[in-house]
């Protein structure tokens, strides 16, 4: 019976039901039946686990184990709680990451670390003999512990010899080291330590056991054994081979080498053997010796052991040879590995490697790097230079020099770096952009900062990572304190949770690293596996609730902290705690409420609902009036206007002289926000502050404050955090200046700064009086790491010109400086409209363009900016606005037009010339100072621009307000000017898959969707491409909020929704259910609760699920989810759904899926309580009365009871007829047009389908066994029986029913592109079917006067001209769509009632968009098919050259004459088709499309190739529904002429005239010359066509060769066939050599029929068929001119030539391409 628990067998319910069955059976056998049952399950991975997390009983053996648990030492390792402890740990080990706290995440390695280490302990344990303590206490001192307390070094060999102890068993101390404990040195410290050791597996195994209890697990549980897709760590178990220079795997690691980036200490081998010099490789190095580790093992070894010698200090000649010059500066070495492999270091009190380099690739760059270097002073060179001597004159080896603090010396000028624009970014990339991480032994810095301190950075990545370090520092401090303190509380606070949630799992490693040392590189990888992230979220759409924290302050413990989160949730957090839900603050409550996310005012929900009713230009100075200090000391927190117009001239002096007009749109803006009940971030801090005057803080107050992004908070925020921390000085502010600056911020440092200090001088005053008051200390690391000194001066100079007009804007900062010197901007001057436009050199043309990298970026102004330059030169590359880019970078920028859509003039940019000297000519600043606020403005975006590069800005401008800047910048010589005719700088650089995938997740996590979707579809990854469409959908839609019609606002919501849904079909873990969460969220403010509910059940929300669906009346499911998930759902809510489903099923009689009562009694008190009398229907069921109980259902509106009861009834005839009837009514209600059962939220509905089959169908007339076989087959899903039904409707005349069936049909979109023409016939033909009923139906003048139609759309009428349109019809859901604001409908119980008039109006509307909607998709589909159009290169040839080609491949056995009349068949069919859209609509734009199809029956009727048929093939019998074809054909080709106009088509006038009056002549020979002549397009045309020397109209000569009558039609068309050539008109190639052929085929029937010949002229002429169609060609008396027609024969020649030597240029000329040869 053990095979029951065989993987194959508990993969399904039914074997799991067994499984379990049997494990009952064997817990009431006895303990020993069990254990034979628990070992088996145990043998096999993940299986133990998974039984006993679904298994309900589990409790007593969990209990009766844990009592048994051994509590000696020598019973553990044979116990069945070892093996347990084994299986789990193991398998939790492999458990996704993201399905688990952070805490219970580490807890999990912890214990699996403490098991694997606990069995060797305890046999050690065993087997100690204790003869004396002195040779222990030898072997405890072989581990020397170094100073730092993080790395314990290894001993050397020798030591180990002479320590090693004699009188005792030798003791492997290792495993007690890595257990944390101490090795015991009497029998009684032995004994004490295996109880120990016992005591925290026991507790191990008790926490893996609560895991099993834990429901949220379950699902990835059962994942660990029947995985869909889990690949973890496909890279990260490193290939080791053993050699004497890389130790085995299984080997310990010394310690876990904590470096940037992290795969340095999972992917490398043991550093033993390595020596005193710290070894530092560059990330680049890096990655070529993993290239080596992987395809060259050998030359891996040489360079490992090569960088190992360097670390011992083994200098040689071989391997420390300087590489620059001795002028060079800082010497640069090369280690030599092979003949032309070698390694480049520089040596200080460290080795750097700075890459493993060819001989080829030693340049000049090192020469560079040296002079470079030696910048940083003459000391800075002593200590480069400077050798110890050799320890031991034998070996030679030199260990590293320890130098004293050295004074800081002020930084060498040096020459002009004479580089090539490569070397110089090579240069750049060696000294700032690349990464150097540790190769051979840890080393943890920690940056030394005061206590309090504000903090500059001109990068986020130095601020933040300096912070993350002192937490660190401080945490790591207490963990080591020997002294019993309390655990300091930290807190890291930002604006961005993306922020808050990567610092802190960058805490988390750096945590972990340091206790990782002793393991294995099989162990570290497993753990590398488990951290492993797939999928993309947005971490602000994470639940608050599912932060692992808890939802309000004053519930935070030790364990909690260092806490990382976002402002909104700290604030959050203190608000749960000090303000009612009851009142209006409640808003602050919001946690993970889709209906509430618009009621708080962030940007996009002011810019998008508040702004477009402000005055423009202003939009961010309104944090002035209620974030500032001053608001503070108002009542209501909001500065009143006096206070505020008399702010001091540097709160935002841009906008001084308009305060009013702000104030202004402050009230405006506070009035709409008091109507829509919203908040915002102030609202939130003054609700907070206000009642924190009156409250004591709630719970602990913090020990650290570090606030980041310090710009994005207001000063009232800077108050609310300072009275978290209860240690003055232990709060650390740090912001970015590259923010400070940007255009709208006020933020200035120097105004925090002055606030906390004010603050502070409060809290003394109030609280201690004799306390000494500090400033806060501010310090700016002012070295620019991200771009090279080209751009930074350039950026500096558009700070220094705002620092000197403007110098109350920003912080007085000292300059930023860059590492190295790089190429300046480039500015693109000159190119103006008389020139050759500069696009084509910077994108290329459209046909041809270049492509831009991933990390390349052109900057544009604004969306319509970007259009614009899109249209121009399409998709280049990375598009952004500056809006966008900010917080971004990239290696190249490109700032397109930035002046040009400015919306300052020349006149004020040319303030900036006063920064000029000698500029006299510049605006005098002063006398009008507020008229040059808006170029301030300017300017701080364009500091934004300019700083998203790291190696290249380019400035693009062709509009003379840029002329200011450039010469400002000319004059500094801060740009290279590029002007036509100058070399142009290559742009373009290519971009690999996986840096496409990087920098698309980086953009992702920045929120630029559109963005990211680029880099994804570029990197190949369609699954990322589909996530970010599904988020920006989810923006697009919250943009339309409060802008859109609610309808399309729900419509926006609705398909992001779908698009959530998609993807989390696809995804796994958290992801999976965030994007359902995100979907479900999404259909709730669409309106859709059923799909919400559904979405919800996906994303384990049980108690919104069930809510939704109770809201949607699905309580079926509600009552599932209350049964399967009750445990999960709050009480009041379990036990509030439950009465709500009670009173459903019993007030309805329905059966319920579950049992609503557990016993009689309790059923029949509750429907006493609530008044319920249904059940006499079901008494009169139980007494075998089945027709007066059906009859009794009908008459209270029960169908489907009622059919039951018939069919139940054996002894009445008539009950199958009557139970019939009552299915065809029920479905005709429920599904009449374009209802589906998927939009039929009514489950009875499946149960006629049911009931359907039992009927005896040999009782039925044919007629209504018909329609019951339709309903079923629609309910089911079963298209392709529709077809038959709907041909039997037909033939029966019941149009209704055939409509019904065919609506099914075609309302499933079908992809008919790759149909034959066979099956592209018979689809159209049918479909026409489709179409000209629905065409019928508005044909009738007063539709409901036909009770047919009432029935097929489900109306009813109710008196007079009053009618009902019942809920979920067809026309209800159109009339939903478009209800608000209506006036002319009521509502009603059932749906709407309106009057005939407006049901007929809305009937036919709906119809005809339904026609329009159905054709207008089957015409898309139907141009994108290639059976209209033949591959002319494969037909000929048998191959095609083109990849994809858009046309069909016919072979020419196939091409015969009736699949070139089946091909013009489905030509006439589509025209069919669409003239029912245009008879529907007939305002509709048709132009375009008629001609497109008329142009493909032209070239299907003339084709170029003769084998493809011809007109003369051309059997009228055979074509569709032949004289309404030719009917509308005509009328088509008509219509074409009266509607082309050769001012609008020029380009093609002459092609569709030709073609048009080839149509006309072939298909309507009779009228055509009438109505062809009256046509705009022949009486008067462009100029080209006008013969110069009579001015005649050319076309008048092309329409009298076709129609054929005249005596010189002949020479007409040889003279307008000339004119056409000598002029070289615009024409299709095809089109004309059709015209030649009919000129020439007329010329030689009647130059043979002239009197020349003999009575037979033709006898013995062989011609081809369709010369002989037409009569006019064998008319009498036309003139043959011999001399025009040698003359157009010569044309024709030299034609065929010139095509010929153009093919001949190629390889060959493409027979797709003649047809649109012009």
């Known amino acids: 019976m053990l095979d029951l628990f065989s993987k194959d067998r508990i993969v399904n319910e039914a074997g799991?039901?067994?499984?379990?069955?049997?494990?009952?059976?064997?817990?009431?056998?006895?303990?020993?039946?069990?254990?034979?049952?628990?070992?088996?399950?145990?043998?096999?991975?993940?299986?133990?686990?998974?039984?006993?997390?679904?298994?309900?009983?589990?409790?007593?053996?969990?209990?009766?184990?844990?009592?048994?648990?051994?509590?000696?030492?020598?019973?553990?390792?044979?116990?069945?709680?070892?093996?347990?402890?084994?299986?789990?740990?193991?398998?939790?080990?492999?458990?996704?990451?993201?399905?688990?706290?952070?805490?219970?995440?580490?807890?999990?390695?912890?214990?699996?670390?403490?098991?694997?280490?606990?069995?060797?302990?305890?046999?050690?344990?065993?087997?100690?003999?204790?003869?004396?303590?002195?040779?222990?206490?030898?072997?405890?001192?072989?581990?020397?512990?170094?100073?730092?307390?993080?790395?314990?070094?290894?001993?050397?060999?020798?030591?180990?010899?002479?320590?090693?102890?004699?009188?005792?068993?030798s003791i492997d101390t290792s495993l007690f080291v890595r257990l944390g404990v101490v090795v015991p040195l009497t029998s009684e410290a032995a004994a004490s330590l295996s109880t120990q050791i016992l005591a925290k597996l026991k507790n191990a195994l008790s926490f893996y056991f609560s895991l099993l209890r834990r429901t949220e697990l379950a699902g990835d549980i059962k994942a660990l054994l029947f995985p869909v897709v889990r690949e973890y760590a496909k890279y990260v178990a490193p290939e080791v081979s053993s050699t004497e220079d890389v130790e085995s795997p299984t080997d310990r690691l010394n310690a876990y080498q904590m470096v940037q980036p992290m795969k340095a200490a999972l992917y490398f081998d043991n550093a033993d053997g390595f020596g005193e010099w710290q070894i530092l490789i560059s990330t680049e190095a890096y990655k070529h010796l993993r290239e080596f580790r992987r395809t060259d093992k050998k030359t891996f070894k040489i360079i490992f052991k090569k960088i190992?010698?360097?670390?011992?200090?083994?200098?040689?000649?071989?391997?420390?040879?300087?590489?620059?010059?001795?002028?060079?500066?800082?010497?640069?070495?090369?280690?030599?590995?092979?003949?032309?492999?070698?390694?480049?270091?520089?040596?200080?009190?460290?080795?750097?490697?700075?890459?493993?380099?060819?001989?080829?690739?030693?340049?000049?760059?090192?020469?560079?790097?040296?002079?470079?270097?030696?910048?940083?002073?003459?000391?800075?060179?002593?200590?480069?230079?400077?050798?110890?001597?050799?320890?031991?004159?034998?070996?030679?080896?030199?260990?590293?020099?320890?130098?004293?603090?050295?004074?800081?010396?002020?930084?060498?000028?040096?020459?002009?770096?004479?580089?090539?624009?490569?070397?110089?970014?090579?240069?750049?990339?060696?000294?700032?952009?690349?990464?150097?991480?540790?190769?051979?032994?840890?080393?943890?810095?920690?940056?030394?900062?005061?206590?309090?301190?504000?903090?500059?950075?001109?990068?986020?990545?130095?601020?933040?990572?300096?912070?993350?370090?002192?937490?660190?520092?401080?945490?790591?401090?207490?963990?080591?304190?020997?002294?019993?303190?309390?655990?300091?509380?930290?807190?890291?606070?930002?604006?961005?949770?993306?922020?808050?949630?990567?610092?802190?799992?960058?805490?988390?490693?750096?945590?972990?690293?340091?206790?990782?040392?002793?393991?294995?590189?099989?162990?570290?990888?497993?753990?590398?596996?488990?951290?492993?992230q797939e999928g993309l979220v947005d971490l602000d759409d994470v639940p608050e609730s599912r932060m692992n924290i808890p939802m309000k302050y004053s519930e935070l413990e030790d364990k909690h902290f260092p806490l990382f989160l976002t402002f909104d949730r700290l604030a959050k957090m203190i608000a749960a705690d000090i303000l009612s839900r009851k009142d209006s603050a409640g808003v602050f409550f919001n946690v993970d409420d889709a209906d509430a996310h618009d009621c708080f005012v962030t940007y996009d929900v002011f810019a998008n609902q508040y702004w477009p009713h402000f005055p423009q230009n202003l939009s961010k100075n309104l944090r002035i009036v209620k974030g500032s200090e001053h608001a503070l000391t108002c009542p209501e927190g909001v500065l009143d206007r006096p206070n505020y117009l008399r702010l001091p001239h540097r709160s935002n002096p841009n906008f001084a002289n308009q305060r009013g007009i702000l104030y202004d749109m402050f009230e405006h803006y506070t009035k709409i926000k008091r109507q829509r009940r919203h908040h915002d971030v102030a609202d939130r801090t003054h609700a907070i502050l206000k009642v924190l005057r009156s409250k004591e803080f709630p719970g602990k107050q913090i020990d650290y404050l570090y606030v980041d992004e310090a710009q994005d908070n207001l000063l009232i925020d800077a108050l609310f955090l300072r009275q978290l921390c209860r240690n003055p000085d232990g709060m650390f502010w740090a912001g970015d200046t590259a923010q400070t600056i940007s255009a709208g911020s006020s933020f200035r440092f120097d105004d925090l700064k002055a606030f906390l200090y004010r603050v502070e001088q409060q809290n003394i005053s109030a609280n201690s009086a004799g306390a000494r008051l500090r400033q806060p200390a501010m310090f700016q690391l002012a070295i620019n790491y991200r771009s090279h000194g080209g751009i930074i001066n350039c950026a500096r100079s558009v700070i220094e010109l705002i620092t000197k007009f403007w110098p109350n804007t920003i912080d007085t900062l000292r300059p930023e400086m860059g590492v190295v010197d790089g190429l300046k901007p480039v500015f693109f001057t000159g190119w103006d409209k008389a020139t050759v436009h500069h696009e084509q050199f910077l994108f290329g043309t459209k046909g041809g363009h270049i492509e831009f990298g991933a990390e390349q970026c052109i900057l544009v102004r604004d969306d319509a900016a970007r259009q614009r330059?899109?249209?121009?030169?399409?998709?280049?590359?990375?598009?952004?606005?500056?809006?966008?880019?900010?917080?971004?970078?990239?290696?190249?920028?490109?700032?397109?037009?930035?002046?040009?859509?400015?919306?300052?003039?020349?006149?004020?940019?040319?303030?900036?010339?006063?920064?000029?000297?000698?500029?006299?000519?510049?605006?005098?600043?002063?006398?009008?100072?507020?008229?040059?606020?808006?170029?301030?403005?300017?300017?701080?975006?364009?500091?934004?621009?300019?700083?998203?590069?790291?190696?290249?800005?380019?400035?693009?401008?062709?509009?003379?307000?840029?002329?200011?800047?450039?010469?400002?910048?000319?004059?500094?010589?801060?740009?290279?000017?590029?002007?036509?005719?100058?070399?142009?700088?290559?742009?373009?650089?290519?971009?690999?898959?996986?840096?496409?995938?990087?920098?698309?997740?980086?953009?992702?996590?920045?929120?630029?969707?559109?963005?990211?979707?680029?880099?994804?579809?570029?990197?190949?990854?369609?699954?990322?491409?589909?996530?970010?469409?599904?988020?920006?959908?989810?923006?697009?839609?919250?943009?339309?909020?409060?802008?859109?019609?609610l309808s399309n606002q729900k419509r926006a919501f609705n398909v992001a929704a779908d698009a959530f849904t998609d993807c989390g079909a696809t995804a796994t873990g958290n992801q999976k259910l965030q994007y359902y969460r995100n979907s479900a969220d999404c259909y709730v403010r669409a309106g859709d609760d059923l799909k919400a509910a559904e979405a919800y059940l996906s994303a384990r929300e049980f108690e919104q699920a069930a809510k939704r669906y109770s809201k949607v009346g699905r309580f079926d499911k509600t009552l599932h989810v209350l049964n399967d998930h009750g445990m999960d759902i709050p009480e009041e809510t379990t036990a509030e759904l439950w009465t709500v489903c009670r009173l459903f099923y019993c007030s309805r009689t329905t059966r319920?899926?579950?049992?609503?009562?557990?016993?009689?009694?309790?059923?029949?008190?509750?429907?006493?309580?609530?008044?319920?009398?249904?059940?006499?229907?079901?008494?009169?069921?139980?007494?075998?009365?089945?027709?007066?109980?059906?009859?009794?259902?009908?008459?209270?509106?029960?169908?489907?009871?009622?059919?039951?009861?018939?069919?139940?009834?054996?002894?009445?005839?008539?009950?199958?007829?009557?139970?019939?009837?009552?299915?065809?009514?029920?479905?005709?209600?429920?599904?009449?047009?374009?209802?589906?059962?998927?939009?039929?939220?009514?489950?009875?509905?499946?149960?006629?389908?049911?009931?359907?089959?039992?009927?005896?169908?040999?009782?039925?007339?044919?007629?209504?066994?018909?329609?019951?076989?339709?309903?079923?087959?629609?309910?089911?899903?079963?298209?392709?029986?529709?077809?038959?039904?709907?041909?039997?409707?037909?033939?029966?005349?019941?149009?209704?029913?055939?409509?019904?069936?065919?609506?099914?049909?075609?309302?499933?979109?079908?992809?008919?592109?790759?149909?034959?023409?066979?099956?592209?016939?018979?689809?159209?033909?049918?479909?026409?079917?489709?179409?000209?009923?629905?065409?019928?139906?508005?044909?009738?003048?007063?539709?409901?006067?036909?009770?047919?139609?009432?029935?097929?759309?489900?109306?009813?009428?109710?008196?007079?001209?009053?009618?009902?349109?019942?809920?979920?019809?067809?026309?209800?859901?159109?009339?939903?769509?478009?209800?608000?604001?209506?006036?002319?409908?009521?509502?009603?119980?059932?749906?709407?009632?309106?009057?005939?008039?407006?049901?007929?109006?809305?009937?036919?509307?709906?119809?005809?968009?339904?026609?329009?909607?159905?054709?207008?998709?089957?015409?898309?589909?139907?141009?994108?098919?290639?059976?209209?159009?033949?591959?002319?290169?494969?037909?000929?040839?048998g191959a095609c050259r083109r990849d994809n080609c858009p046309k069909e491949h016919v072979a020419v056995s196939k091409s015969d004459r009736q699949y070139h009349d089946n091909r013009i068949a489905i030509h006439i069919w589509q025209i069919l088709i669409l003239q029912f859209m245009h008879s529907a609509h007939p305002h509709i734009e048709r132009r375009k499309s008629m001609q497109n199809w008329l142009k493909h029956l032209y070239e299907i009727n003339n084709p170029p190739f003769f084998i493809q048929g011809s007109p003369a093939d051309l059997d009228m019998n055979l074509m569709p529904l032949r004289r309404d074809g030719m009917k509308v054909g005509k009328l088509w080709i008509r219509e074409s002429f009266y509607s082309l106009d050769p001012l609008h088509t020029q380009a093609e006038f002459l092609t569709v005239l030709m073609g048009m009056t080839s149509l006309s002549f072939?298909?309507?020979?009779?009228?055509?010359?009438?109505?062809?002549?009256?046509?705009?397009?022949?009486?008067?045309?462009?100029?080209?066509?006008?013969?110069?020397?009579?001015?005649?109209?050319?076309?008048?000569?092309?329409?009298?060769?076709?129609?054929?009558?005249?005596?010189?039609?002949?020479?007409?068309?040889?003279?307008?066939?000339?004119?056409?050539?000598?002029?070289?008109?615009?024409?299709?190639?095809?089109?004309?050599?059709?015209?030649?052929?009919?000129?020439?085929?007329?010329?030689?029937?009647?130059?043979?029929?002239?009197?020349?010949?003999?009575?037979?002229?033709?006898?013995?002429?062989?011609?081809?068929?369709?010369?002989?169609?037409?009569?006019?060609?064998?008319?009498?008396?036309?003139?043959?001119?011999?001399?025009?027609?040698?003359?157009?024969?010569?044309?024709?020649?030299?034609?065929?030539?010139?095509?010929?030597?153009?093919?001949?240029?190629?390889?060959?000329?493409?027979?797709?391409?003649?047809?649109?040869?012009?």
Request: one cysteine or more; glycine letters at 4%; charged letters at 25%.
């Open 308 to 532: 190992k010698q360097l670390s011992n200090g083994h200098f040689s000649d071989d391997n420390h040879r300087r590489l620059n010059g001795p002028d060079a500066g800082i010497p640069i070495y090369d280690a030599k590995m092979t003949k032309d492999l070698q390694l480049v270091v520089s040596v200080f009190s460290l080795i750097k490697i700075y890459g493993i380099y060819m001989d080829a690739q030693l340049d000049g760059i090192w020469d560079a790097l040296g002079s470079h270097l030696a910048r940083k002073g003459r000391e800075y060179r002593r200590r480069c230079i400077f050798r110890n001597r050799p320890v031991l004159s034998k070996d030679n080896a030199i260990l590293p020099a320890s130098f004293p603090l050295a004074e800081p010396e002020p930084e060498c000028s040096g020459g002009p770096l004479n580089l090539s624009n490569k070397d110089m970014d090579h240069l750049h990339s060696l000294l700032v952009l690349e990464k150097y991480v540790t190769f051979s032994q840890h080393v943890f810095m920690l940056t030394v900062l005061p206590l309090t301190c504000l903090t500059y950075l001109s990068y986020s990545t130095s601020k933040t990572t300096t912070m993350l370090f002192k937490i660190l520092g401080i945490q790591r401090a207490w963990e080591m304190s020997a002294i019993d303190m309390p655990k300091p509380r930290q807190i890291f606070v930002t604006k961005s949770r993306v922020l808050a949630t990567k610092v802190e799992e960058y805490f988390t490693k750096l945590l972990e690293s340091l206790a990782l040392a002793g393991y294995t590189l099989e162990e570290l990888a497993k753990m590398k596996a488990r951290s492993v």
């Open 869 to 1045: 330059l899109r249209d121009q030169v399409g998709e280049v590359g990375l598009i952004m606005t500056l809006y966008e880019s900010k917080g971004l970078e990239f290696n190249d920028v490109l700032l397109y037009n930035f002046f040009e859509d400015s919306a300052v003039d020349l006149s004020r940019w040319r303030v900036v010339l006063n920064g000029v000297d000698g500029q006299g000519y510049a605006p005098n600043f002063d006398r009008d100072e507020a008229r040059y606020a808006g170029v301030c403005s300017e300017l701080k975006i364009l500091y934004v621009g300019i700083t998203r590069a790291r190696k290249n800005i380019w400035i693009v401008d062709k509009s003379d307000r840029s002329e200011p800047m450039r010469i400002f910048w000319t004059s500094r010589n801060q740009v290279r000017n590029c002007t036509p005719g100058t070399e142009v700088p290559h742009l373009a650089v290519s971009s690999t898959p996986e840096e496409w995938a990087s920098f698309g997740r980086s953009l992702f996590s920045h929120k630029r969707y559109s963005q990211a979707i680029h880099c994804f579809e570029r990197a190949n990854l369609h699954r990322e491409v589909k996530v970010c469409e599904a988020y920006q959908l989810r923006e697009a839609a919250r943009s339309s909020v409060g802008v859109a019609l």
């Open 1562 to 1718: 072939a298909f309507d020979k009779d009228d055509a010359p009438v109505y062809i002549s009256r046509a705009k397009c022949t009486i008067s045309g462009p100029f080209e066509l006008v013969r110069k020397w009579d001015k005649r109209y050319m076309a008048h000569d092309l329409l009298n060769s076709y129609q054929g009558a005249a005596h010189s039609s002949i020479s007409s068309g040889i003279l307008y066939i000339l004119h056409v050539l000598d002029n070289r008109l615009y024409v299709n190639l095809s089109v004309l050599c059709d015209c030649i052929e009919d000129i020439c085929s007329a010329f030689v029937i009647n130059y043979r029929m002239g009197p020349d010949f003999n009575e037979f002229p033709l006898h013995n002429v062989v011609l081809p068929c369709n010369w002989l169609l037409f009569p006019h060609k064998f008319t009498a008396k036309k003139k043959t001119n011999l001399l025009l027609m040698n003359k157009l024969l010569d044309e024709i020649a030299r034609l065929v030539e010139a095509l010929r030597v153009e093919a001949s240029m190629g390889e060959s000329l493409d027979f797709s391409e003649i047809r649109d040869y012009n």
């Open 1152 to 1437: 319920p899926p579950l049992p609503l009562f557990s016993t009689f009694e309790e059923e029949l008190e509750f429907m006493e309580d609530y008044d319920l009398d249904y059940v006499r229907a079901s008494l009169l069921e139980s007494h075998s009365r089945y027709y007066e109980a059906a009859e009794l259902h009908l008459s209270e509106n029960r169908p489907l009871e009622a059919v039951r009861a018939f069919i139940k009834d054996e002894s009445n005839v008539d009950s199958t007829i009557r139970a019939a009837d009552t299915m065809l009514e029920y479905f005709w209600r429920k599904c009449s047009f374009r209802i589906t059962v998927k939009s039929i939220a009514d489950e009875p509905l499946q149960h006629f389908i049911a009931l359907a089959d039992q009927l005896e169908a040999n009782k039925l007339t044919p007629a209504t066994r018909d329609l019951i076989s339709m309903f079923q087959n629609i309910l089911r899903g079963n298209h392709e029986p529709l077809r038959n039904l709907a041909l039997n409707f037909h033939k029966q005349n019941n149009k209704l029913a055939a409509l019904i069936c065919l609506d099914h049909i075609f309302s499933r979109t079908t992809d008919i592109r790759a149909f034959t023409v066979d099956e592209m016939q018979q689809f159209l033909q049918q479909f026409h079917t489709y179409a000209r009923l629905l065409y019928l139906i508005l044909t009738f003048p007063d539709p409901m006067k036909h009770r047919d139609l009432q029935r097929l759309f489900s109306i009813v009428r109710l008196s007079g001209d009053q009618f009902l349109i019942p809920d979920g019809t067809f026309l209800h859901n159109n009339l939903m769509e478009v209800r608000q604001g209506i006036t002319w409908i009521s509502e009603h119980s059932s749906g709407y009632t309106t009057s005939r008039r407006v049901v007929t109006q809305l009937l036919q509307q709906s119809i005809r968009t339904i026609l329009k909607d159905k054709i207008t998709e089957i015409n898309a589909m139907c141009c994108k098919s290639p059976v209209f159009s033949q591959c002319l290169q494969f037909l000929i040839s």
């Open 16 to 169: 799991l039901r067994a499984a379990l069955r049997h494990l009952d059976a064997m817990s009431s056998s006895g303990a020993t039946a069990l254990q034979a049952t628990v070992e088996h399950m145990l043998s096999s991975p993940h299986i133990f686990a998974y039984i006993i997390s679904v298994w309900d009983r589990r409790e007593a053996m969990i209990s009766q184990i844990m009592t048994d648990f051994p509590t000696k030492s020598q019973e553990y390792p044979a116990s069945i709680a070892r093996k347990m402890l084994d299986n789990l740990s193991m398998n939790f080990l492999a458990f996704p990451a993201e399905s688990l706290a952070m805490d219970v995440s580490r807890d999990i390695t912890r214990h699996r670390c403490f098991i694997e280490g606990a069995l060797p302990a305890l046999f050690a344990l065993n087997t100690m003999e204790f003869f004396g303590v002195e040779s222990f206490e030898d072997e405890i001192d072989l581990l020397d512990e170094s100073d730092d307390g993080f790395v314990k070094k290894k001993v050397p060999q020798k030591m180990r010899k002479r320590n090693r102890p004699k009188a005792h068993t």
